[in-house]
């Protein structure tokens, strides 16, 4: 059964940490606990940040010299070694996913399937622009191809967009839909039959929510309709808060947020996310938080309506308007500014779009520059001051 199929058919919200470890047999034991966690889950296999930017020299030297690794490097470590991490476990009713953040993901997803994986995450725009100096053109033509490889290589293929988590904060719900759709339909004409389209979670519930039904009616109008599709919540992913009660709070946040709107899985934090990488033990106390508090709600029906998916919409048609091919359209686009991430420094953004978030605690668009949406009235100039306060918005309110 394919990792999309799995989500969609799991009768609950399906709860996924982010866990890596270097150690294969540290890996292996984060599995298994995440697999017993009293939880509908699917695994996780974070790469380290070598491999992430391809610096493999450095990734060997670290296992030969017992160096500790943020996450599992599964290029450098050998195929064999790989599947005996996973046998046993990864299976039709534990599906692993593998998450990364590399531009240039060819060697990732050659080494993923070797193993007899086949899903995986990423994008041509979301793991390049907010994180690194890779030319957007080089990611699109790098991201081609690694479709293709994914495609020719599994037999049930699925790619996730991290789309919606650019930056992480402080961006508009509006560009983190219309970049997930873009990246989801970039997907299925690169030959990828499953995808997931992501959004994180910001700083209001309630546009959160309108959110979330905007990215769900707009991957139903412009996917594929013979294309297997869900939607994955990110958990919040700015600034945490600091004490166990806020960080368990939002985390039960997220997990309602995820119910509330039918969203099928969902990426949890865990209370150490202020402090340092989470143990296996916070792990699974995440997955089990969460899953608790998401089967005590149900999908609810909403008509708020403030105008994010026309804004979103807009986006993506004036993108797709571009070019019939969406990889030159995007690369155009960010070069027009059609696309414009705020606060994001990679020389392929135009940088004109600010953002803010408002008095009433929803995210605001202060300016737009060149994108076909008008940007909202801002309820102050945003100084570095109240820049500092927007991005502990949420940790505070948490906190308190």
């Known amino acids: 059964m394919s990792f999309g199929r799995f989500v969609r058919r799991a009768g609950e919200l399906v709860v996924q940490p ?9 890996m292996r034991r984060g599995l298994i606990a995440t697999w017993a966690a009293d939880a509908t889950t699917c695994g996780t296999l974070t790469l380290d940040s070598y ?40 299976h039709e009713s534990f599906p692993v996913q593998v998450r990364h953040g590399s531009a240039k993901p060819q060697d990732i997803v050659r080494a993923l399937t070797a193993v007899g994986l086949d899903a995986t995450e990423g994008g041509p725009v979301s793991y390049c622009l907010p994180y690194g100096r ?5 990611s699109i033509a790098n991201w081609r191809e690694t479709c293709g490889i994914l495609a020719d290589s599994a037999e049930t293929p699925h790619l996730e967009s991290f789309g919606g988590c650019l930056l992480g904060q402080l961006c508009p719900p509006s560009l983190l839909i219309a970049v997930s759709v873009l990246e989801g339909i970039f997907f299925t004409r ?3 039959p499953s995808v997931s389209l992501s959004y994180a979670q910001q ?6 929510e309108e959110a979330i039904r905007a990215l769900r009616t707009l991957a139903a109008r412009h996917l594929p309709t013979d294309a297997d599709w869900h939607v994955v919540l990110y958990g919040y992913m700015g600034v945490y808060p600091t004490t166990t009660h806020g960080a368990l709070n939002l985390l039960k946040a997220s997990a309602e947020l995820a119910a509330r709107t039918g969203t099928e899985r969902l990426i949890v934090k865990t209370v150490a996310e202020s402090q340092r990488i989470p143990t296996v033990e916070e792990n699974v106390q995440a997955l089990e938080v969460a899953a608790a508090a998401a089967r005590a709600h149900t999908p609810q029906p909403s008509t ?7 804004e979103a919409s807009a986006l993506i048609d004036a993108v797709l308007n571009l070019d019939d091919d969406l990889g030159r359209a995007l690369a155009e686009a960010f070069a027009r500014g059609v696309l414009d991430v705020p606060f994001c420094l990679h020389p392929d953004n135009t940088g004109q779009a600010r953002s803010t978030v408002g008095d009433d605690g929803t995210l605001r668009w202060t300016a737009t520059g060149a994108m076909p949406i008008p940007p909202s009235a801002a309820d102050h100039p945003l100084t570095s001051e109240r820049l500092l306060t927007a991005l502990t918005h949420v940790a505070r309110a948490f906190d308190r």
């Open 18 to 26: 982010r866990m890596g470890f270097g150690d294969p047999h540290a």
């Open 51 to 90: 491999t992430r930017v391809n610096d493999l020299k450095a990734a060997a030297d670290a296992l030969r010299d017992g160096s500790p690794l943020n996450g599992y490097p599964i290029v450098t470590h050998s195929v064999d070694t790989t599947r005996r991490l996973l046998e046993g476990i990864a």
């Open 134 to 138: 890779t030319p957007l053109r080089e």
């Open 190 to 192: 690169n030959g990828i």
């Open 203 to 208: 700083t209001d519930p309630a546009q959160d």
């Open 304 to 310: 708020r309506d403030t105008g994010i998916l026309d």
